[in-house]
């Protein structure tokens, strides 16, 4: 498969929806993905299980505060320089490249880097949603070394890490995106083929392009638009998709707290009775409560989308007065082991609470 | 001339005087200097002079908050670990090292560094005392680039940096110190033999030694040992001594702040009447007031010593109720320039006052 510069609309779009509120506005970086695209052609997507076992994967993406990517814009050259400054760290090309999160900008980053060197992107990403921490990546979660790895800034500054444990790495980056500006581009968690095999959530970046194309389709009253995501998501590595709420948006305050947007949400009926949702937001939509009830939380997706249209809204954009939905999703099947939930699990955020996985929870 | 285990009590006492408070405590790395000089023997001081002019020399020592590493004791495998991992990342052996500072712990990294390679260590700084900031370093100011840079920390994660501008080095060092507890060790600031000898405040280590022995034969009272040190300095590249106040401190508060320890010391006469003094503190001894009135500043050396002993007393063990006396000791001239104040004046460190040489300041 091919991802053309006319299919990141789509891609973009459900991008968004999988990104749960996080993940980095995908404007920037789709602009800069369709003059890579158009000026060398399609990236050439491929099936995880059409690489080598030897193959040498990187995965690339941008480490930061999202918010911080609405103001401090991406250049075109950020992403493929960092996969050479990679290559010359390691002292050997890379065989294809690879997606963090399919989540935001991210799902996009690997498409760029790989733009003009005639490199397949995998088919898949690392958490088939977007979540704010590098040991949350399923390839970390499967044992996968996060180094050698590149960190490449705005300014052009380069820093490798040879650091054995994710999350001693997810440290040092966080440390060194905040005193870079706030955000940068790392390549990272180099993998063998045979060891992105069974790390990846496969297929996702084909299946945000298919959810935008339905997104888009179906545009139009949320509720309406249930049917066909729950159809679509049905016949996926995610499950059950239903709809948690409908309301307008009455607070929600973030701060930029240790490199991540942290904060909460409260959305209350459209008429003046009913129940009202809090939702925890770290960079992502967390945990949703309704009257202090727990209707989904992390890692199954929560994600809040115009009312009107159906258009997911990432949390920067979230604003008061806004008129929204929200749905919530089954994570893929990865993350339900008891050694996966450990890294993404509510208590890996500091909440109180187990996972509940969505379809044990009643509608 | 050779450094022995037997010159390292002269050297750590020089090294503390020189430190005007900060520097970090070289009790620690003095203990592993000496384990390594008894088993690989005397290290090798040369004169930059003799350094060839196309010799590879890397500046080497500790990054960090002094308090931390009274807390984080250092180990004898990490200056020699960060070595041969710089040598590593540049592809090529070093032909010397060199300190970063003399003051505190770091007159002692480069020949730890060294032992046991038989590795010259040139004597000489890049500071004539402790400074907080690498921008400040001699090196820095002389135009020398920060990388490529290597850092060490205590679990044994290697990062290495490509930043050309020394104060964004800084910047990047300084958050990964914090990220791994506190303190780092780097090798960075790399020079050829030609930059290093008009950049280099010469012959600071051996002036270090007899600076330590001075203190020890007229061990006692601060202002009866004046003489002695006030000959020493003459003869040296600094110049003026003076003695500031003799008091007991009556009021000491730092807090590590951004990485540094951050405060103040207010220090009144050992009778009921009479000026006090206060001096600022980052890291180091910055500026002192009598009475308001500005009596040192940075880059001029302000240093606080026990008032019966003379032994110097650096900023994290300045305790209410001791007795001490301070003095004040001219800057090297390398310092006064107008483009080297710039780096190193009371303005650099948020001060709104010039940098008024000791000399031209009324006794």
């Known amino acids: 498969m091919q991802i053309r510069a006319e299919d990141l609309d789509d891609l973009s779009l459900g991008a968004v929806f999988l990104a749960t509120g996080g993940g980095g506005d995908p404007h920037v970086p789709q602009l800069l993905t369709e003059q890579a695209l158009k000026k060398y052609g399609p990236a050439q997507l491929i099936d995880v299980h059409d690489l080598a076992d030897d193959a040498h994967v990187v995965s690339i993406g941008g480490v930061g505060a999202p918010t911080v990517s609405l103001e401090m814009l991406p250049s075109l050259g950020e992403a493929s320089r960092t996969l050479e400054a990679y290559e010359d760290h390691v002292g050997r090309k890379v065989d294809a490249v ?30 088939g949603r977007a979540l704010p921490e ?5 390839y970390a979660i499967a044992g996968v070394c996060p180094s050698p790895a590149v960190a490449y800034d705005y300014a052009g500054n380069i820093t490798t890490f040879t650091t054995p444990i994710t999350s001693t790495y997810e440290r040092h980056i966080r440390a060194l995106a905040m005193a870079s500006g706030g955000m940068l581009t790392t390549a990272e968690h180099p993998m063998t083929g045979a060891q992105l095999k069974p ?16 997104l888009c389709e179906n545009r139009g009253r949320a509720d309406l638009m249930l049917p066909a995501l729950q159809n679509l998501f049905a016949a996926s590595v995610y499950g059950e998709c239903r709809m ?3 309301g307008k948006v009455s607070d929600k305050a973030t701060r930029i707290i240790g490199g991540y947007d942290i904060g ?49 809204i ?6 008061y007065g806004q008129r929204v939905a929200v749905f919530a999703v089954g994570c893929p099947d990865f993350f339900r082991t008891p050694h996966a939930l450990k890294a993404v699990e509510p208590r890996a955020f500091g909440f109180d609470m187990d996972f509940v996985p969505l379809e044990s929870i009643e509608a």
């Not at 959530?201 to 959810?211: D, E, K, M, Q």
């Open 98 to 127: 690879v997606s963090f999160e399919i989540g935001g900008g991210n799902s996009l980053i690997p498409i760029m880097a790989a733009a003009g060197r005639g490199l397949p992107v995998v088919d898949g990403d690392g958490m």
């Open 134 to 138: 590098a040991q949350m990546m399923t």
């Open 199 to 214: 790390a990846i959530i496969p297929g996702t970046v084909s299946f945000s392009v298919a959810l935008g194309k339905c």
């Open 244 to 246: 948690l709420f409908a």
């Open 264 to 312: 909460e949400a409260t959305l209350t009926p459209f008429g003046d009775d009913g129940s009202s949702l809090v939702i925890n937001i770290k960079n992502e939509y967390l945990v949703a409560k309704l009257d202090g009830k727990v209707v989904a939380t992390v890692p199954d997706l929560i994600v809040i989308v115009d009312y009107e249209t159906g258009t997911p």
């Open 314 to 319: 990432n949390a920067e954009r979230l604003r």
